[in-house]
């Protein structure tokens, strides 16, 4: 009956349209067919992308910003007055034609940009990449044909990153000719989609604040910086990025495997990580994920809600039969409850209890006994499971003379059914719930007891084999109208 009350009481998932892009996760996302298997759940063999998570970071760089100047190379922070007066100095070197000068002093402004303690100005780093270029451009003229080709490239180059700063910028007054028909004439490669995303900071690149909503930017080598998001206007982490491919910047440390593990989450129904919300807005919207098992395949949105079936009411996919459409749906999929990350799940294992009880014809029975476990849970649409165990553990205590039986049969809490929360750590799953409890005492005298109870559990389980199977420890506490106890469950659970 409360199974019934929880299935039927709690609102079904809202549908979603088919999504563009599908990241396939689970324990069977490199199948070979896994990208079939998600087409025909989505009834649909074109129209969607489907990329493991290893593709799409092929397609897309998530770089963590969390490098202080000390940890790249710098030695400490560079002031930015004193990088500003050097840029001025170099600019000095061009006008008096001490092209050398001017060469070495821009290489050595470029390679501290990384170190700076705050944000430069936009108009700054234009400043040096154009001295860069001019001090090329006068070098050229007095080298040789090999150096000429030499300088003639590194004069493009700064064109070219200074052209990337973006067009809203105007050139100063005084630019050598060469040099401004050299920036005007730049064409550069389509930009590139960029988002932000983290607890970190702001995030700049080449001096500019990128908000939530991202940006498009030229490709390039590229200085980003983080600026804590407490007021300082001290920089916190800064680095050379070389801007290729669309890119999420994420400020603050990201580990190895956080995006894995938060795309992972969407699949079992958790709402989306900022993580993955910015790398939606990066690849321009409907992103979903995908989760693959040897028992079926189950697609979500970025909230957690399970995509539609197609083709349930006549609706059925040009080439796809229904029967595909079923061996790709888990049994959560066709009933509408649970998911993939809380199955239906059934055990088989040992078990061992101790209890006390005060028995008013017998006295105090009790100790220890073990036996044999069964136990199932079942999932619903919220974060209830209801779960059953049955572990008939027996005893023969000894009468006192003058009774007509010699032993007195005892099956110590042969029936237990209540409910469970449930929760992960790393690869493990937890679980606290209360049950009910009924003990069976007897036969004797012509009579058998049932003695109800409450009990108190509590049990960790680590996945084995594969993702289907998993070790289980629990533990219980029991009590009930004149008798205490608990005990240990240890066995094999196997999820549906």
């Known amino acids: 009956m409360l199974l019934a009350v929880l299935l039927l009481g709690l609102p079904a998932p809202a549908a979603l349209a088919a999504p563009r892009l599908v990241v396939l996760t689970g324990p069977d996302a490199l199948a070979p067919e896994a990208q079939d298997r998600v087409l025909r759940r989505l009834g649909s063999d074109g129209g969607p992308q489907v990329v493991t998570v290893p593709a799409l970071l092929e397609r897309v760089r998530v770089v963590g910003l969390d490098r202080r100047a000390e940890d790249a190379g710098c030695g400490g922070p560079i002031w930015l007055e004193d990088w500003q007066a050097r840029v001025d100095r170099v600019e000095v070197d061009v006008q008096l034609l001490d092209f050398n000068g001017a060469l070495a002093g821009v290489s050595q402004l470029e390679l501290e940009v990384g170190c700076l303690d705050r944000v430069p100005d936009r108009q700054d780093l234009l400043r040096l990449h154009l001295a860069a270029a001019t001090a090329a451009l006068l070098a050229s003229r007095t080298s040789n044909a090999t150096m000429q080709r030499f300088y003639a490239d590194r004069m493009v180059l700064a064109g070219e990153t200074a052209r990337g700063l973006g067009d809203d910028l105007l050139l100063p007054t005084g630019v050598d000719p060469a040099v401004q028909r050299l920036v005007d004439s730049v064409t550069l490669p389509p930009a590139v989609a960029v988002a932000v995303a983290g607890p970190g900071g702001q995030v700049f690149v080449d001096g500019l604040p990128l908000g939530r909503s991202g940006a ?38 990201l580990r190895r495997d956080q995006l894995a593990e938060d795309l992972a989450a969407v699949a079992q129904g958790l709402p989306a990580s900022e993580l993955v919300r910015a790398l939606d807005r990066l690849l321009g919207g409907d992103l979903a994920v995908a989760w693959l098992s040897p028992r079926g395949v189950s697609v979500r949105g970025l909230d957690g809600v399970p995509l539609d079936v197609p083709g349930g009411e006549g609706q059925q996919a040009s080439g796809t039969s229904a029967a595909e459409r079923e061996v790709v749906l888990t049994w959560a999929d066709r009933w509408g409850i649970g998911g993939p990350d809380r199955p239906l799940v059934v055990g088989l294992g040992l078990c061992s209890t101790w209890t006390t009880l005060d028995d008013p014809v017998a006295g105090d029975l009790g100790g220890p006994a073990g036996g044999i476990a069964v136990w199932l849970r079942v999932p619903t649409r919220s974060w209830v499971t209801v779960a059953a165990t049955l572990h008939p553990v027996a005893r023969r205590e000894p009468l006192p003379d003058g009774y007509d039986a010699d032993w007195l049969y005892r099956a110590t809490v042969p029936v237990r059914v209540g409910v469970r929360a449930e929760g992960t750590f790393d690869d493990r799953r937890w679980e606290v719930g209360v049950d009910g409890v009924l003990w069976a005492l007897g036969p004797y005298a012509g009579a058998q007891r049932v003695i109800p109870g409450l009990a108190l559990a509590g049990a960790v389980t680590r996945p084995v084999i594969d993702s289907r199977f998993a070790l289980r420890l629990e533990g219980h506490g029991l009590a009930g109208i004149g008798v205490v106890g608990g005990g240990l469950v240890a066995g094999l659970d196997s999820t549906w």
């Open 216 to 253: 498009r930017l030229a490709p390039g080598l590229r200085l980003v910086q983080l600026r804590s998001g407490d007021g300082a206007t001290e920089v916190t982490a800064a680095s050379l990025y070389p801007l290729e491919l669309p890119t999420l910047f994420h400020a603050g440390p």
